[in-house]
């Protein structure tokens, strides 16, 4: 059980172009998913943290228009990444909590590269 | 939440008890100790937390010192599959009121599992 997926696991991309990455939770329902970026090399940092039905709350230094994060069900929050640029580039994670505790679940990431 | 402090770097021979320590020494009485890793370029997988007492579930054991001001995980039987970065997370629970569903990641501890 608790089984989160991304989709797609690898997306390479021109720069300048709009790049939107999936989460989905298989067996459980979400209340609230997090967007995590991954630096090679670095540990995790939080992006944002999205709440299904409401606007997503971004860690400082993260630009929500830049970032863009929808949460329109218990099972599903994407991510897109508007006017991707090279530095953009980086292995995006999302976890999602099961509603009533506090343990989160990761996906398999996404690694995204913008040429 | 409290500030963790884990080793960089460990080796373990496979077959053996791999024990990873964490030092969290301010950590405050109803804080969680929660442990993650991560291998290479995948998400991070829960492993097991604790409040108080020892835990154990299938993939590990958590020993947490009397003051709880540290602990250690233990892989019982090391396997070339649990060479990965394993984080040790302190938190508060949300069910405090004061807590954050946020995980904050560290730099975690790099286990090479040896043949």
């Known amino acids: 059980g608790a089984v989160v997926s991304q989709h797609p696991s690898r997306v390479i991309c021109k720069s300048g172009t709009s790049v939107k990455i999936e989460c989905r939770s298989l067996?459980?329902?979400?209340?609230?998913m997090f967007w995590y970026r991954q630096f090679p090399k670095q540990s995790l940092m939080l992006m944002a943290t999205?709440?299904?039905?409401?606007?997503?709350?971004?860690e400082q230094g993260v630009e929500k228009d830049k970032f863009l994060i929808n949460h329109a069900s218990l099972t599903l929050s994407t991510l897109t990444v508007t006017s991707a640029h090279p530095e953009d580039s980086s292995f995006y994670i999302c976890?999602?909590?099961?509603?009533?505790?506090?343990?989160?679940?990761f996906g398999p990431g996404t690694r995204l590269t913008v040429l | 939440d409290a500030k963790t402090t884990q080793p960089t770097s460990m080796d373990c021979a496979e077959g053996r008890a791999a024990n990873l320590p964490c030092n969290h020494s301010?950590?405050?009485?109803?804080?969680?100790v929660y442990w993650y890793r991560q291998i290479h370029s995948q998400g991070p997988q829960y492993i097991i937390h604790?409040?108080?007492n020892n835990e154990t579930n299938e993939m590990a054991s958590l020993i947490i010192t009397e003051d709880r001001k540290s602990s250690t995980l233990i892989l019982p039987h090391a396997t070339l599959r649990d060479t990965a970065v394993y984080y040790c997370?302190?938190?508060?629970?949300?069910?405090?009121?004061?807590?954050?569903?946020?995980?904050?990641f560290g730099k975690g501890t790099k286990l090479s599992v040896i043949p």
């Open positions: 997370i302190v938190r508060l629970p949300t069910y405090s009121g004061a807590g954050s569903y946020q995980l904050t």
């Open positions: 976890s999602a909590r099961i509603s009533g505790t506090d343990t989160q679940y």
């Open positions: 301010t950590i405050s009485g109803n804080e969680y």
């Open positions: 604790g409040l108080k």
């Open positions: 067996d459980f329902q979400a209340t609230t």
């Open positions: 999205s709440n299904e039905g409401s606007k997503a709350t971004y």
